[in-house]
């Protein structure tokens, strides 16, 4: 085991930019107002203490933060040990290809879509003919990128909608996820969803243990890189100021910009129900015991968008939205413990 973590640490320092390093270093002083010194020898101790990557130091603002504290975040390299823990990537290729998700997820997924590797041209087109939006995606790639919503009526015809589609190289279309009228009002570009975080324990009872809310920004028909907060796993609330997308920009927002919706307070619709969905998700693919499912509201109940099996470390420890500057490793070590991050 110490002979593997060496092997993967030594691995990330060959691929690490050292320009990257210094600029983190630079950004931690001119925000703690710390010298650059103890910045840069006060990462490092962080990075053997806490298996932290180096942008782990900006995002979770450590330098007001104590040895206690700092020890129970969920870190770069802790996140890694996670998720080879609980997942058997055996099972990867069901989250990580889009095609696959929605065949094996399709009661969850609340549209219809269609796998361009088996379509034929008249699939396609007759898909086309019944529809006035149509959202795109590739097969293998995460973070919204690549993905297009695109307007039947921008095209000629169904054959060269069939064009483009295999053109751009996209795995499948779907139906574009209509917002519940609450969240459309907020901002209506995008699928706004929430990231429901589960863990599947020793006796296979699964457990949501996380929510952050996640809205699109600046005209964007995806919401990663938009903006996000925790939800109250009670109630539905939203309980913090949100972050910026960039979680290593000192961003953070009351209201959205672009409703001036008041976002702290707010009560978001169907929330059991999308908490249900998730644990009842979860237990589908058991091998993969850690999920991030994003799921959208639609004006009739959740629908699952997608289920992340490398999730973020980050958005749920951020600056501001965690309380005593607690992380996420006791809530974890509850549900998981024997898992040993130490």
């Not at 603002?61 to 996670?82: I, V």
């Not at 706004?192 to 599947?200: A, D, G, K, P």
């Not at 992340?308 to 965690?322: E, K, M, R, S």
């Amino acid at each position: 085991m110490e002979k593997n973590k060496f092997q993967y640490y030594l691995r990330v320092f060959r691929q690490a930019s050292f320009g990257k390093f210094f600029k983190v270093v630079n950004t931690a002083s001119e925000r703690s107002g710390k010298s650059k010194a103890f910045c840069f020898f006060d990462i490092l101790r962080c990075m053997k203490r806490y298996q932290a990557g180096y942008n782990d130091y900006v995002i979770f603002e450590w330098w007001d933060l104590n040895h206690e504290q700092r020890d129970t975040y969920m870190t770069r390299f802790r996140s890694k040990k996670f998720i080879m823990f609980m997942n058997d990537h055996s099972y990867s290729h069901y989250f990580d290809n889009k095609n696959e998700f929605n065949v094996r997820f399709k009661k969850y997924i609340g549209r219809e879509s269609l796998d361009i590797a088996t379509a034929t041209d008249e699939d396609i087109e007759e898909f086309f003919k019944k529809r006035e939006k149509i959202f795109a995606k590739m097969k293998d790639l995460s973070c919204g990128i690549g993905c297009e919503k695109l307007e039947t009526k921008d095209f000629e015809s169904s054959q060269a909608f069939t064009a483009y589609i295999k053109e751009k190289g996209f795995a499948t279309i779907e139906d574009v996820i209509e917002n519940h009228p609450d969240i459309a009002a907020i901002y209506p570009f995008s699928a706004n969803c929430f990231r429901v975080i589960t863990l599947i324990d020793a006796k296979g009872e699964a457990h949501a243990i996380y929510a952050v809310f996640k809205m699109g920004i600046n005209g964007r028909v995806v919401d990663n890189y938009g903006l996000h907060g925790p939800i109250n796993l009670e109630t539905g609330e939203f309980m913090f100021p949100a972050h910026s997308g960039d979680t290593t920009a000192d961003i953070q927002y009351t209201e959205h910009p672009y409703s001036h919706t008041p976002l702290i307070g707010m009560v978001l619709p169907y929330w059991r129900e999308v908490i249900e969905m998730a644990k009842e998700a979860a237990l589908e693919i058991p091998q993969m015991r850690y999920v991030g499912w994003d799921i959208a509201v639609t004006p009739t109940g959740p629908a699952i968008i997608e289920g992340n099996n490398y999730c973020a470390h980050d958005f749920w420890q951020l600056p501001g939205q965690t309380p005593g500057g607690i992380g996420i490793m006791p809530t974890i070590e509850k549900i998981i413990p024997e898992f040993k991050y130490k």
